[in-house]
């Protein structure tokens, strides 16, 4: 696990409440309720915040999983 992995497990860890083993790329929105659509936004917040970066609308629209979000991080760092 990179440093990255580590810092967006903390975070989705804090936001939607999970163990960080129950964290995977593989984990989706739909799949999971508690990642309602305040949950993302809180979510997307703090990424943004922790990363010191900005995802536009798009972005935002087309993150369903964790890899999703690692991806889009990914192209902003």
Do not use: C, Q
Not at 19 to 47: G, T
């Amino acid at each position: 696990m990179t440093e990255i992995d580590d810092r967006i497990a903390e975070i989705v860890s804090l936001v939607l409440l999970l163990d960080k083993d129950e964290i995977s790329d593989d984990l989706k929105r739909k799949d999971y309720e508690p990642w309602d659509s305040m949950a993302h936004l809180l979510l997307i917040s703090e990424v943004e915040s922790r990363f010191n970066i900005f995802f536009d609308d798009d972005e935002v629209v087309d993150i369903w999983t964790i890899g999703d979000l690692k991806k889009v991080l990914a192209s902003k760092l």
